[in-house]
């Protein structure tokens, strides 16, 4: 059997090379987004500050909750079942003060040095900033625990009251000496430091993805704000055990743990590119998965006439199914082989564009993975192999006599399964559009799941779906309108490729696009009744906010200070971005579209705000008190006092902005609106020339909101990409098997120019019904997300994006639907037998 299909692949190698190719494209796309996924999720920190210590004691790094269920069973017997979520902190919990002294004198310690780690913004005197390599962030320390990496003084002395060390690395990039100033902002304000010298970690400059700032061990409680370190490092032979007897409840790390120490913001943050790529092979998967099956189950739909002649010849529909599925199994093995090279560059390529749209860190790295790439190769053969056996069911049960007529056709059959399973895909669809809030975060992964399900419905009933519409679209066509009509099938195998090209990408764009426009629309309104809008070089801290707002002329200012905050709900937590928020004055300067409560000022001290979505989906009123986890780890039992709209580009909640100056490492202010009188805009001026003031009508938009829309149109690039060759792949196919019909039209007399026509007719009822179809997905699913953003129904998100998908598929379907029957037709002879 295995050699008869080997034999038969050989003797039709053109009739299988669409398959082939789709076969190539989807293992290789499988293979690039699998390395992704696995590279990111096996990421790991460039460097370990804390690789001189032997065991390191580390304050809170994440919060974990545990839920415990109890079921009662027969026979009185309980079961206990406990869960534990964890969520990841953007900040650091503290130690005790005196917890290095505590475990520096357990036996076979011979030195424990607490590292005070936090972010700080340091510029030269001539306001050029300091950032280490690939834009690393700069963490300050105290001079005792550059023993723990270790850092060694290049030149210079270590530092004392006033002065600072940096790392050679920074030093050479700023083109800063020993014996120069530097202006040193952190949350607790800002100061000037005397470079008394330089240091590196043994045989390099810096540490890769953090630049290193000393200071003298006596200034950094007042630098930093911290009220205790952020770790402890231990020297020496010490058992752990006895550690954590020491620690308490704080981590005790070892080996590779270690680097788990640092501070968060020290380390690249891959739990956004975690999601970016799971969606990547998400998107990547369906389409490969969907493309090849209708690849294979039109190339099985081609070779009627030879299974219905085996048939004949004696053989049976399970001999022919099994034929048909080592067919495409050897044929998607062989196409394996080449994929896999494939994706890896793949995966490079889009890796690589990801970083310069700066939604992955710049330190991350693709990681070439054998076993990821098996399995893409495994999971590509299973679904040829699936595919095969699914279009065999049908085709194999093929009469016998069929081999004697000109042309074969399948026994109908299946009518129910196939409207069973349109009516599951629907109906699940319709469920995530009207249950889900794609107001969300999840709104955008949501709407592809329900456009998914939508498209798998089209495919399900796609030959139905097509013969109705062209008996609408075909009748203005003629001869090729009735040949489209009677040849329904083949028209559905070709045109579905075209709603998926269509649909997936332009509900992905026209949703994104919107998003970005939403976000734009809110920022607008929310800056509207500022005169002016602050921004300074890397924040300001919250005193010389507070020093702005109190100039003479100055009416109204808000202050907005991003974090992130940890809410939990039914044991989960959950992260979401936030604000802290300073409002002073007598004239509001920002207008959050509060639709409930009052603006948090200094005098709510322990209430918090939050959206109308977050108070949906928590169930929360007004005067509720909730559990919210700083940065830090800390708990605060704060009372909603404001429900607001205008969330997007802003952040789900908003807490008092002393409050996260204080729990927060960086705990700077980004933007600060201003109301003022005519003339105030020079005082500000005059009083502080490093900030940036602009009149709020030139604010530019969100730059987040223009990173997710790159990022939501490199996908599409991606899907476009594939779904334009499986739709050229599939079209040829289709060409390539009516060799035969054209030949007896040349026999009746059709001219060359007779069947061009013909032709290029019966591809734009194809290409029409291929729109049509996408139509109806794309208006479904961005009519129901546009709702839910907003209450306002669109369809038409961006004409002009919507014309030029429409437009470019049109173009595509119908040069494939052409082109192949042109070629063939060049031929000087064209055989009416095969």
């Not at 950032?131 to 270790?150: E, F, N």
């Not at 332009?506 to 002016?532: D, I, K, Y």
Request: with cysteine; hydrophobic share 50%.
């Amino acid at each position: 059997m295995t050699r008869l299909a080997i034999a038969t692949l050989r003797k039709h190698r053109g009739a299988y090379l669409g398959t082939f190719v789709a076969a190539l494209l989807a293992v290789a796309l499988l293979a690039g987004g699998g390395l992704l996924l696995f590279s990111v999720l096996t990421a790991k920190p460039p460097a370990d500050r804390f690789a001189a210590a032997s065991v390191v004691v580390a304050g809170e790094r994440e919060i974990s909750l545990e839920t415990v269920t109890t079921k009662h069973k027969k026979e009185g017997k309980t079961k206990v079942k406990r869960k534990v979520k964890t969520e990841r902190l953007t900040g650091a919990g503290t130690l005790p003060v005196d917890l290095a002294g505590r475990v520096g004198a357990l036996p076979g310690v011979t030195g424990a040095v607490a590292d005070y780690a936090f972010p700080v913004q340091a510029t030269t005197k001539d306001g050029r900033p300091l950032r280490g390599a690939d834009d690393a962030p700069v963490i300050g320390h105290g001079w005792a625990s550059a023993v723990l990496t270790p850092y060694t003084l290049n030149n210079g002395q270590k530092p004392g009251p006033g002065d600072a060390v940096i790392d050679a690395d920074l030093a050479a990039r700023g083109h800063v000496a020993v014996g120069d100033e530097l202006l040193v902002t952190t949350r607790t304000g800002a100061r000037t430091v005397r470079v008394s010298g330089v240091a590196a970690p043994a045989g390099r400059d810096g540490l890769p993805a953090q630049g290193a700032l000393f200071l003298a061990d006596a200034d950094v409680a007042a630098v930093s704000g911290l009220p205790g370190p952020t770790a402890v490092g231990i020297f020496g032979t010490v058992d752990p055990a006895q550690v954590r007897a020491a620690a308490g409840a704080a981590d005790v790390l070892t080996g590779a743990d270690r680097v788990r120490a640092d501070l968060p913001g020290a380390l690249p943050d891959y739990i956004g590119p975690i999601s970016i790529f799971g969606f990547v092979i998400g998107i990547t998967a369906f389409a490969a998965i969907f493309v090849l099956t209708g690849t294979v189950t039109l190339s099985v739909r081609q070779r009627l006439r030879e299974l219905a002649l085996l048939r004949a010849i004696g053989a049976t529909p399970k001999q022919l199914r099994r034929i048909l599925g080592l067919e495409n199994v050897v044929l998607a093995a062989v196409a394996a082989l080449p994929a896999a090279p494939l994706g890896v560059l793949f995966a490079e390529v889009v890796a690589a564009r990801f970083q310069t749209l700066g939604a992955v860190p710049a330190q991350f790295e693709v990681q070439t993975n054998v076993p990821v790439l098996l399995l893409a190769a495994a999971a590509g053969v299973l679904v040829t192999f699936v595919a095969a056996r699914i279009a065999g069911r049908r085709a194999v049960r093929i009469a016998p006599t069929q081999a004697l007529v000109e042309t074969a056709t399948a026994p109908t059959g299946g009518l129910v399964v196939r409207i069973l399973a349109a009516l599951v895909a629907t109906a699940g669809a319709v469920a995530v559009l009207t249950f889900v809030p794609l107001d969300g975060p999840f709104g955008m992964g949501m709407s592809f799941i329900s456009s998914a399900l939508l498209l798998c419905a089209v495919a399900a009933v796609g030959p139905l779906l097509v013969r109705l519409l062209t008996t609408i679209v075909a009748r203005p066509f003629g001869l090729a309108g009735l040949v489209a009509r009677a040849e329904y099938r083949r028209v559905s195998a070709v045109a579905v490729p075209l709603v998926l090209m269509f649909a997936i990408n332009t509900v992905m764009l026209l949703n994104g696009a919107l998003s970005s426009r939403l976000a734009g629309q809110e920022q607008v309104a929310r800056q509207a009744p500022a005169t002016a809008q602050v921004v300074g070089t890397g924040g300001l801290p919250l005193d010389a906010v507070r020093r702005l707002a109190a100039l003479p002329g100055v009416t109204g200012a808000a202050a907005q200070l991003p974090t992130r905050v940890i809410v939990a709900q039914g044991g989960k937590p959950e992260d979401y971005q936030a604000q802290g928020l300073l409002v002073t004055g007598t004239d509001a300067a920002l207008d959050l579209g509060v639709v409930a409560g009052a603006y948090i000022t200094d005098g709510f001290a322990g209430s918090f705000g939050a959206s109308s979505a977050l108070v949906r989906q928590y169930g929360w009123r007004i005067g509720d008190q909730v559990p919210l986890w700083l940065p830090d780890g800390q708990q605060q039992q704060l009372r909603l006092s404001m429900v607001y709209e205008r969330a997007r580009g802003f952040g789900d909640l908003v807490i008092p902005a002393d409050l996260v100056a204080a729990h927060d490492p960086r705990g700077l202010v980004r933007t600060v609106g201003l109301r003022y009188t005519p003339g105030t805009d020079e005082r500000i001026r005059a009083e502080f020339p490093a900030l940036r003031l602009t009149p709020t009508l030139d604010a530019a938009p969100p730059g987040d909101a223009s990173n997710q829309q790159g990022a939501w149109e490199l996908m599409v690039v991606i899907s476009l990409g594939f779904t334009a060759i499986a739709v050229i792949n599939t079209f040829a196919i289709a060409a390539t098997a009516r060799r035969r019909e054209y030949a007896d039209l040349r026999l009746i007399g059709a001219t060359t120019p007779q069947l061009h026509r013909l032709a290029g007719a019966e591809a734009v009822v194809t290409v029409l019904v291929g729109l049509l179809l996408g139509a109806a997905v794309t208006g479904i699913v961005v009519g129901a997300f546009s709702i839910a953003q907003d209450g306002v129904f669109r369809v038409f998100v961006e004409p002009v994006t919507y014309a030029a998908m429409a437009g470019g598929v049109a173009a595509l379907g119908l040069i494939a639907g052409f082109l192949p029957t042109r070629l063939m037709l060049r031929r000087r002879t064209l055989a009416s037998r095969v």
